[in-house]
Nanobody, 116 residues
Framework: QLQLVESGGGLVQAGESLRLSCAAS????????MGWFRQPPGKQRELVAS???????NYADSVKDRFTISRDNAKNTVDLQMNSLKPEDTAVYYC??????????WGQGTQVTVSS
């Protein structure tokens, strides 16, 4: 199990950037793929980016070429750099294990609001 704390959200205008950070505690962190998820208002939570323990990445089509996920296994952190933000990126963002292995209790998330 991981304990997860997300930070870095805020209110920005369309076209601007934000960098989200997730601090994780737990020995399994470095061994498992991690992901950033988001839950827009009134919608289900969705996976937007994932990164394997070795660093390979995958992105949802909606964020490809705009978002970049990275991790530091020594510091147990996973970040999400978000560029060219759009109003439809507005959501609460969470980090967690990308797959079932290591999936933990969800943290409080961090709110991202993009105004047009």
């Amino acid at each position: 199990q991981l304990q997860l704390v997300e930070s870095g959200g805020g209110l920005v205008q369309a076209g601007e950037s934000l960098r989200l950070s997730c601090a994780a505690s737990g020995n399994i962190f470095r061994l498992i793929p991690m992901g950033w998820f988001r839950q827009p208002p009134g919608k289900q939570r969705e996976l937007v980016a994932s990164i394997a323990s070795g660093g390979s990445t995958n992105y949802a089509d909606s964020v490809k070429d705009r978002f970049t996920i990275s991790r530091d296994n020594a510091k147990n952190t996973v970040d999400l750099q978000m560029n060219s933000l759009k109003p439809e990126d507005t959501a609460v963002y969470y980090c967690n294990a990308a797959g079932r292995v290591g999936r933990s209790v969800w943290g409080q998330g961090t709110q991202v609001t993009v105004s047009s």
